[in-house]
């Protein structure tokens, strides 16, 4: 009987300390294991900057293919210190396309998330006294044609925050499409 009791004690004991062991283990993992915050899988972000935001993490990897074959890398040890902390809130600028990132800490890394940075067209036009010009506004490059009366005529191709000089008449339209080489 006593010997019934004794083995009734040990096996509580295994079990109390496995139990400890699988709470430390998943606390473990659960402080160490990056956390993904900011953009959210399969976001579709309007502009060509992007804020990272993310937990756990000593630098974050962003590729154009999902398997990672030519990542850039962000190291946030390189980066230096903010006010003693290291800065968790990276701003990076991408051409229109799909992304793909994940944060590695020093044991794990988080899963993969995707982004995709949305093409923006925009035209501005500047009317001057001496001269107009014409400005590319968004994010891609940018075919611009000019139409008077009736007729449609190429101008030129325009880069990004690019202007070209412009003589607009009263009924002159331009138009901008997305240049794709």
């Known amino acids: 009987m006593k010997n ?13 300390m496995q139990v400890v062991i ?18 959210r899988n399969n976001e579709i972000i309007s502009g060509n900057v992007v804020g990272f935001e993310f937990k756990n993490a000593d630098s974050i990897l962003i590729d154009d293919n999902p398997d990672f074959s030519s990542p850039q890398m962000v190291d946030l040890n390189e980066l230096g210190e903010i006010e003693g902390e290291i800065s968790e809130d990276i701003k990076l600028r991408f051409e229109p396309g799909t992304y793909y990132w994940k944060a590695v800490g020093n044991i794990f890394e988080s899963k993969v998330r995707s982004f995709i940075i ?15 010009t014409i400005t590319n506004v968004g994010n891609v490059a940018v075919n611009v044609s ?18 070209h000089v412009v003589n607009p008449e009263n009924n002159t339209i331009y138009r901008g499409e997305q240049y794709d080489e």
């Open 22 to 39: 699988v709470v430390f283990a998943l606390g473990f993992v659960f402080l160490f294991t990056p956390n993904l915050q900011y953009p």
């Open 146 to 163: 000019e139409e008077r009366s009736g007729s449609i005529s190429g101008l030129v191709i325009l880069d990004v925050q690019v202007e």
């Open 118 to 132: 949305d093409s923006e067209v925009g035209l501005e036009l500047k009317k001057g006294e001496d001269n107009s």
């Open 4 to 16: 019934k009791k004794a083995i009734s004690k040990m096996s509580k004991m295994i079990i109390a």
